[in-house]
């Protein structure tokens, strides 16, 4: 009845006639109305103030950090505890620390990694080594993303690939590859569990976070499993001193994560997982600082010292310390640098607690390592200059010398030894010697002992035959 091109007419006609909507008097009105606030609900209304305050703070910022210039913001204010931000932040945070540990390969991924790398590797043969080329790896790659998972990938990547030495076919040796994988999978998960129990999600970690972390790999480290239950405190006490020793330079009271994780300390720990304590010696049990024997050692050995029972060593009751070879002006120095001050103040009042002495032992049998040496140079550093002279070294090896006469042995000169140690620093500055040149010279750790502890003076003095002694019984 009616044609196509009369509909279209009709619709456009009407268009035509419905004015727009910006136009329409009740438009504008209902605009104005709404715009003055009077005709929105309560809800809009906090939704509108809101937004005005926002945009005030907005707008202040803005004033602040142009006022302030380039200057960056370098504190923020850590959320209370139980507000609201800090319930957050610990959802994220665990939230966070749940999906990276879900991406991580367990002991069983592992052992079938290990069973894919053998499978599809090819013999070496001249030195009947495992070994695989680039194929090979992308191969076990494929093979492992379908029996493990996804979470594999990750590891077969070019860049891994070429971190391992290659031979003269190019080919990588399987073993380096796993235990690569391993010690990552290893590290991700300490730094996982570490994460957990940084409260306040700094990155650090404090003494008493640092001793529940040693206290939760107890039942997972072989060696450790059968420690008595009342000494489990004062053992988690014992290893966590050790990494803030040298995880802490500063003494802050907290260590970086980061740096515990690189750190030699977390591998002696970790040594700690063989099953038989019959695969390590007693001298390699003795030596490692988180094993029970030495704990045990470090704790009979205080109380040995502390003669008065009183918690705390005095002066008189250090120079006992290993059989009374350390010098006078040593044990003054290290007190005098290394010992706080009592609270009734006055010279007698200074002892040393157990947290001063178990850095003293660190220091002591640390002596080649960076941070001992640094402990001990600023015992030896008499004036606090930053170096050592000529008449700071013969103040410090007079003790010595006396003590070395006392034990009956030849006499000695002086200025011999002041002159070889000279010669064995070789310092940038030939009038002092700084911590920098004990450092660099490799040798700051025999220089200490000759001139802290007679013992440390006789052994560099007999160097020579104790070298022979040792070889005699590898020859045997």
């Known amino acids: 009845m009616y044609s196509g091109s009369s509909d279209g007419e009709s619709h456009e006609a009407v268009q ?84 990276q540990s879900d991406l991580l390969l367990n002991a069983d991924d592992l052992d079938a990694m290990w069973v894919c790398l053998r499978e599809n590797c090819v013999i070496d043969d001249a030195t009947g080594a495992e070994k695989m080329n680039y194929e090979d790896f992308c191969h076990i790659a494929s093979v492992c993303t379908e029996q493990i998972g996804p979470k594999c990938r990750r590891f077969f990547s070019p860049s891994n690939f070429m971190k391992f030495e290659k031979d003269e076919s190019g080919r990588i040796a399987i073993l380096p590859f796993y235990l690569y994988v391993m010690r990552t999978v290893s590290l991700t998960q300490a730094r996982i569990d570490m994460s957990e129990l940084d409260e306040d999600s700094d990155g650090f970690l404090q003494p008493h976070e640092m001793e529940a972390y040693i206290r939760g790999l107890i039942p997972n480290l072989a060696q450790l499993r059968d420690m008595p239950a009342a000494f489990i405190q004062m053992y988690c006490r014992i290893a966590a001193h050790k990494f803030f020793f040298f995880c802490d330079p500063h003494r802050r009271g907290k260590a970086c994560i980061k740096k515990v994780l690189l750190s030699n300390c977390l591998q002696e720990l970790m040594e700690l997982h063989q099953e038989s304590e019959e695969e390590v010696t007693d001298t390699e049990q003795a030596e490692n600082w988180f094993s029970l024997t030495s704990a045990q050692r470090i704790c009979d050995m205080f109380l040995a010292l502390d003669k008065d029972a009183n918690g705390t060593l005095s002066k008189q009751e250090l120079r006992e310390y290993a059989e009374g070879t350390l010098t006078e002006i040593f044990i003054e120095r290290a007190f005098d640098e290394h010992v706080r001050r009592g609270k009734s103040g006055g010279g007698n009042a200074r002892e040393m607690d157990f947290e001063s002495f178990l850095d003293f032992v660190l220091a002591l049998e640390n002596k080649d390592t960076p941070e001992g040496l640094t402990y001990l140079f600023r015992c030896l550093d008499l004036h606090g200059r930053g170096y050592l002279t000529t008449a700071d070294i013969h103040s410090l090896f007079r003790d010595v010398h006396q003590k070395w006469i006392e034990g009956g042995n030849y006499e000695l000169c002086i200025e011999d030894v002041r002159d070889e140690i000279w010669d064995m620093v070789k310092p940038a500055d030939p009038l002092r010697i700084t911590l920098a040149d004990l450092l660099g010279c ?10 802290i502890d007679v013992r440390g003076f006789w052994a560099h003095d007999n160097r020579e035959n104790l070298l022979q002694e040792e070889e005699e019984p590898e020859e045997e």
């Open 442 to 451: 490799k040798q700051g750790g025999t220089v200490a002992s000759m001139l």
């Open 16 to 99: 035509r006639r419905i004015p727009p909507a910006s136009s329409m008097l009740w438009v504008r009105n209902l605009r104005r109305f709404i715009g003055s606030g009077a005709g929105l609900g309560s809800e809009a209304l906090m939704e509108l103030e809101t937004k005005r305050i926002l945009l005030d703070i907005f707008k202040e910022k803005q004033q602040k950090s142009a006022e302030a210039g380039t200057i960056p913001s370098f504190y923020k204010k850590k959320p209370e505890e139980g507000s609201i931000s800090h319930r957050v932040q610990r959802l994220a945070k665990y939230r966070f620390l749940k999906k």
